[in-house]
């Protein structure tokens, strides 16, 4: 069998055929056009019958070519850029190019077989399009309001606004009330910002609505748990993009960061915080732990349960966000064989 391993980037893709003992049997580069991706696996097809694909995941330069190969019947993997740098900084060569970097994606997929198989972008994905499309929203929305308190404090330090109020519709028409008939060049910009202010908290509301219309859709298992908001629930739909490429619960735990990581000192075992993982999904398991905590007994007793065993609140408290991963996982998992189900009699 050939392992094809990629380098995608905006303008050329480069791959390199490798054996099943890691020695390289070819390289090609490509233009990242629909021709391109075309002459690559027909190219890739005079080599072996019998091949896999290794692309490094940056889904977003190798989006297009991976939609062409899956489209085509192709297997391929991702491969994380962390092991890829890994794979070229053991190999004998030097420096950094192109195709040393597609050599390294190859070879890293010989050495882990058990990576995550790629597959065409679902409703996961709009999620995660639509979430950081609101975010991005909200901080040019957060630049826009200091930008406005400080023009307000100008004009009248005594004006009252309060903290984080105006990205209320109220609290915008108190200042445009106050803005109303003022001759400065101040107060001209101010009702500019107010104006784009409430453009963007409109926006921001509209695409809150409609985030959590499609979560409702494909994870209702998920947003049943306690303290798991609309959004935090499309976090995480969207940062797992398919609960089924993990393994277990426990590769899941060690993809969003809330698995300890062992360090052993002589003989005494013991474990540390991660640092690693998807911060986005070990944010939104914080947030809803923390919520959990304020609404949820069972999650209260917790805690308890293990200050009473000598743990410190921070240390209980990724404890919590431990077992809470696995919570999600097994909503995620009900989820997602939900819609299976109902995909089940339309292919038939």
Not at 1 to 7: E, L, Q
Not at 208 to 221: C, D, H, L
Request: proline share 5%; hydrophobic share 45%.
């Amino acid at each position: 069998m050939v392992i094809v391993g990629i380098d995608a980037h905006k303008q050329t893709h480069t791959a390199v055929a490798v054996d099943e003992a890691g020695r390289e049997l070819a390289t090609k580069t490509v233009q990242a056009t629909p021709d391109g991706n075309l002459a690559l696996m027909t190219w890739v097809s005079q080599l072996d019958p019998e091949r896999r694909w290794a692309v490094e995941d940056c889904r977003h330069l190798s989006r297009g070519l991976e939609r062409a190969l899956l489209g085509a019947g192709e297997a391929i993997v991702r491969v994380p850029p962390k092991l890829m740098a890994h794979a070229r900084d053991s190999a004998r060569t030097y420096g950094k190019s192109d195709p040393i970097d597609a050599l390294a994606v190859a070879r890293a997929a010989l050495r882990y077989p058990d990576l995550p198989a790629a597959c065409l972008d679902g409703p996961a994905r709009e999620v995660r399009l639509l979430v950081d499309h609101r975010e991005d929203l909200v901080a040019e929305r957060t630049r826009i309001i200091n930008r406005l308190r400080w023009h307000l404090h100008e004009l009248d330090p005594t004006f009252p606004v309060a903290s984080r109020a105006l990205d209320r519709y109220v609290t915008l028409d108190k200042v445009d009330a106050f803005l109303e008939g003022r001759p400065e060049m101040v107060a001209a910009i101010a009702r500019e910002l107010a104006e784009r202010c409430r453009e963007l908290t409109g926006r921001e509301r509209a695409l809150q609505g409609e985030i959590a219309r499609r979560v409702m859709n494909i994870a209702p298992a998920l947003l049943a748990l306690p303290g798991c908001g609309v959004l935090s629930a499309a976090k995480i739909v969207g940062e797992t993009a398919d609960v089924t490429r993990f393994s277990s619960r426990d590769a899941f735990a060690a993809h969003n960061g809330t698995a300890p990581l062992p360090v052993w000192s002589s003989n005494h075992p013991r474990h540390r915080l991660s640092r690693s993982g998807n911060r986005q999904l070990n944010a939104a398991i914080h947030r809803i732990a923390i919520t959990q905590l304020r609404i949820h007994p069972e999650a209260q007793t917790f805690l308890e349960r293990r200050r009473l065993q000598g743990d410190t609140k921070a240390e209980s408290l990724r404890a919590l966000k431990r077992k809470l991963s696995n919570v999600v996982y097994r909503a995620l998992l009900v989820d997602a064989q939900s819609a299976a189900a109902i995909c089940l009699p339309a292919a038939a």
